[in-house]
């Protein structure tokens, strides 16, 4: 963290990178961001109605921006991270900039090697880090784009519990050697 601290201090944007794996903030982000709370002053302030820390001298106020992918179909299981991370935000004085969002990311790496058409998304997710270099901001097609539905998620279901039982079959015939 000493060799963290002061990168973290003058950075303009910060980019938080983490799967969603059970409804939240996976515990090595969670932890990254409790031993950040050093970038803040130990008093408190009433800021917005709520008590927040003082930032200390010399801190940017960074802007955060969210990169995450989940195995489940539906967008809404980012909620409870994205809700999480922006709370963060105001308590450090940062920008929340946005979140470059992935559901069902499985079924994107699996038409990626079929050579199915989802090359819109992996350039639309480098649109968004051109967007959050250039404007501090990603745009609302942008991320759209990155989130958007790859197939129906009876299809998805399917293929996923299809790809299950094969697994277990073949533990279960290593089991029997």
Same mark, same amino acid.
């Given at each position: 963290?000493?060799?963290?601290?002061?990168?973290?201090?003058?950075?303009?944007?910060?980019?938080?990178? $983490?799967?969603?794996?059970?409804?939240?903030?996976?515990?090595?982000? +969670?932890?990254?961001?409790?031993?950040?709370? $050093?970038?803040?002053?130990?008093?408190? %302030?009433?800021?917005? @109605?709520?008590?927040?820390?003082?930032?200390?001298? @010399?801190? +940017?106020?960074? +802007?955060?921006?969210?990169?995450?992918?989940? @195995?489940?179909?539906?967008?809404?299981?980012?909620?409870?991270?994205?809700?999480?991370?922006?709370?963060?935000?105001?308590? $450090?004085?940062?920008?929340?900039?946005?979140?470059?969002?992935?559901?069902?990311?499985?079924?994107?790496?699996?038409?990626?090697?079929?050579?199915?058409?989802?090359?819109?998304?992996?350039?639309?997710?480098?649109?968004?880090?051109?967007?959050?270099?250039?404007?501090?901001?990603?745009?609302?097609?942008?991320? +759209?784009?990155? @989130?958007? %539905?790859?197939?129906?998620?009876?299809?998805?279901?399917?293929?996923?519990?299809?790809?299950?039982?094969? $697994?277990?079959?073949?533990?279960? %015939?290593?089991?029997?050697?």
């Amino acid at each position: 963290m000493r060799v963290l601290y002061p990168k973290l201090r003058e950075a303009d944007v910060l980019v938080f990178a $983490a799967p969603v794996f059970v409804d939240g903030m996976p515990w090595t982000m +969670k932890t990254l961001i409790d031993r950040m709370v $050093a970038l803040l002053r130990p008093h408190i %302030e009433i800021r917005d @109605g709520h008590c927040r820390h003082l930032v200390r001298k @010399g801190h +940017k106020h960074s +802007k955060v921006a969210l990169v995450s992918s989940c @195995g489940f179909w539906e967008m809404d299981n980012f909620a409870p991270l994205v809700m999480h991370l922006q709370a963060i935000c105001k308590n $450090a004085c940062w920008k929340y900039a946005g979140a470059l969002l992935r559901p069902h990311s499985g079924a994107l790496w699996y038409m990626l090697r079929k050579g199915m058409p989802v090359h819109d998304v992996v350039g639309a997710a480098k649109e968004a880090g051109r967007e959050l270099a250039i404007d501090s901001k990603m745009s609302d097609q942008t991320l +759209k784009t990155v @989130g958007r %539905e790859l197939c129906s998620l009876e299809t998805y279901v399917e293929k996923l519990d299809h790809d299950f039982k094969k $697994a277990l079959n073949r533990l279960k %015939e290593c089991d029997e050697l």
